[in-house]
């Protein structure tokens, strides 16, 4: 009996204890945390903060949704709900943005991007996008991505132009592995090596490297002729050709050998019509009035011979 009032006893005195304490101190019971303070510190209304949190909500859900969509292979039907409720919530392309162009015309670009106008942001193809963009001649690679929420951003590297292809009596800018960039016309010919004959625009990545062993000639180089699918004719701005052995070190040899008598000798700007260096053991001099000469060629015997066959 003792021990049972105790327990109902301490009990009851426990209650009014706390009933006591909640009535007269539950202003102390409530202790404000750093985060309302911070939140009393904000200019806007707690009614206000509430709703931006519950759109940030819904926000979270959708982003967790669209990324579901994409990369856990949901059923195209899905894919394409998905995509529906992006645009419908403002992720939708509007906008195009491309960068890297500045010689080429940008029109084609423009109007590949904006076939993806009005699409939602999650049914760009973006890899077609850019296999579309290195169809162009000038392009010479693409980056397409999303800048959310409604931009689709064109990053292109444009090719070099070296020469202009002359084939077929047209007129074509090509860059040094002879992809042709565009068409030009001979009234507006750029300030570029002309290179001529058949195949001659898959040989110019060979022609900047046989010009590099002579760099004082290459600012002096006006345009050459692939002869035969075999060997370069050379032409210089100051009117003369220079004709080169076939093969690369043989043409590369003769070359470095005309630079060096040049250097000496002052051959360009003579008004000699033609050099020719395609036999080893001579030097074949044009002049304009049709006379031959020969001298020997790296003190080789000289030879008295006529021209001959071009090729």
Do not use: C
């Not at 693409?142 to 070099?160: F, M, N, Y």
């Amino acid at each position: 009996m003792a021990d049972a009032r105790i327990r109902r006893g301490g009990a009851a005195r426990l209650s009014s204890a706390k009933g006591r304490a909640t009535r007269g101190g539950g202003r102390a019971l409530k202790r404000q945390s750093s985060i309302d303070r911070l939140i009393e510190m904000l200019p806007v209304s707690e009614a206000t903060l509430q709703r931006l949190a519950s759109w940030a909500i819904v926000a979270i859900v959708g982003g967790i949704a669209i990324g579901i969509a994409i990369f856990a292979g949901l059923p195209g039907m899905a894919k394409q709900q998905a995509a529906e409720i992006a645009a419908r919530a403002g992720f939708e392309v509007d906008k195009v943005e491309v960068r890297g162009v500045e010689r080429m015309d940008e029109l084609p670009v423009y109007n590949i991007a904006l076939g993806q106008v009005d699409r939602s942001m999650l049914s760009l193809d973006l890899p077609r996008v850019r296999q579309e963009m290195l169809k162009l001649g000038w392009v010479k690679d693409a980056r397409i991505s999303r800048r959310l929420p409604d931009t689709l951003v064109v990053d292109i590297v444009e090719r070099d132009p070296v020469a202009v292809w002359q084939h077929g009596g047209q007129l074509h800018l090509i860059d040094v592995n002879g992809v042709v960039l565009q068409s030009v016309s001979a009234s507006a010919m750029p300030d570029l090596p002309l290179v001529v004959g058949p195949n001659a625009n898959r040989q110019t990545a060979g022609l900047n490297t046989l010009m590099e062993n002579a760099p004082a000639l290459k600012p002096m180089l006006a345009g050459a002729t692939w002869v035969g699918n075999r060997r370069w004719d050379l032409r210089f701005q100051s009117g003369e050709t220079l004709s080169l052995p076939e093969g690369a070190k043989d043409s590369a040899s003769a070359l470095v050998n005309f630079a060096r008598m040049d250097g000496v000798n002052r051959l360009l700007g003579r008004g000699i019509v033609k050099f020719d260096m395609r036999d080893p053991d001579r030097f074949v001099l044009r002049l304009p009035q049709g006379r031959v000469e020969e001298k020997p060629a790296d003190g080789a015997a000289a030879k008295r011979s006529g021209e001959g066959e071009e090729g």
